[in-house]
């Protein structure tokens, strides 16, 4: 289990450091392979823009598998997984190379409103307020909000009344953390970067539980014997995955809806979720 736990924590790190390269990764210079956010004053349609750059910049927040973790067989560190591939096939339908640029979730939709990335993908379901600022895709999985708990409380945090008075961490800016904001009386809520960063908390007993999607649970409680998952009876209790684009950029989320379906009807996201799961699994482990 200590083996997981660092190994965790190298991917939170390798997160962060790719975060601090954002700005410079991530300039909206039109030399830099960037992103086009917003059509702003010019002709040409955003998807025109991404073509002539030959460069899709996708945003994301690693540290979340199977959707986007740091793949540490790689030289450099490459983030991959379900979100990455999905991000591939659409740069794939245009022509064009994929750019993955990792940060803090709770950026994701600053950076993709000011044009920092085309597109941002990362395990993200629509709300009132982000649709607000970007355009959102159809769903492309589904999973549920759940717990991530040590095992011998497992049978003790069963329901969302069960957790009133608890302390639970969830990762900033994310749909969880409404959830367990709103939902959970007396709750005491504890919002970091990564999930990798939560189940230290969780390990060190600085947290009760952690509030996130069934599907990342899974991978966090696969390889640590410590751990179990509860799936409370939160109201709000569905989490579908979505991507997002610029607000306006109809003809760029036209292409991303296409893909997805496309990907859908050949089972692409079934391999995916496999594939994905198998690898960040044995890393975990190694």
Do not use: H
Not at 24 to 51: L, P, Q
Not at 99 to 118: H, Q, R, W, Y
Not at 208 to 217: G, M
């Amino acid at each position: 289990m200590k083996k997981t736990l660092a190994k965790l924590l190298s991917l939170a790190l390798a997160g962060t450091m790719c975060a601090a390269l954002f700005t410079s990764c991530g300039s909206s210079d039109s030399d830099s392979g960037s992103g086009s956010g917003s059509a702003g004053s010019s002709d040409k349609s955003v998807i025109d823009e991404i073509k002539e750059k030959g460069v899709l910049v996708m945003g994301t927040a690693s540290g979340y598998p199977p959707y986007e973790f740091v793949d540490i067989t790689s030289s450099d560190n490459a983030v991959v997984g379900i979100d990455v591939a999905l991000g591939q096939a659409i740069a794939d339908d245009l022509g064009v190379e994929l750019k993955v640029v990792d940060m803090p979730f709770s950026e994701l939709i600053a950076n993709l409103s000011t044009g920092k990335c085309d597109i941002a993908i990362a395990g993200m379901p629509e709300t009132e307020e982000r649709a607000e600022s970007v355009d959102f895709s159809d769903v492309y999985l589904s999973a549920q909000q759940s717990i991530i708990v040590k095992k011998e409380d497992a049978e003790k945090y069963t329901t969302v009344a069960s957790l009133k008075g608890a302390s639970i961490g969830v990762e900033k800016g994310s749909v969880s953390e409404q959830v367990a904001s709103s939902e959970v009386e007396d709750v005491s809520i504890v919002s970091l970067s990564t999930v990798p960063s939560l189940i230290l908390e969780l390990d060190g007993g600085k947290i009760d539980a952690i509030c996130t999607n069934s599907i990342v649970a899974q991978q966090y409680v696969m390889n640590n014997d410590a751990l179990d998952i509860v799936i409370p009876d939160f109201e709000n209790n569905q989490m579908p995955a979505q991507a997002a684009v610029g607000k306006g950029n109809t003809e760029l989320l036209d292409e991303v809806n296409k893909v997805i379906k496309d990907c859908q009807d050949s089972g692409k996201f079934d391999e995916w979720v496999e594939e994905y799961s198998k690898l960040s699994n044995e890393q975990a482990q190694e």
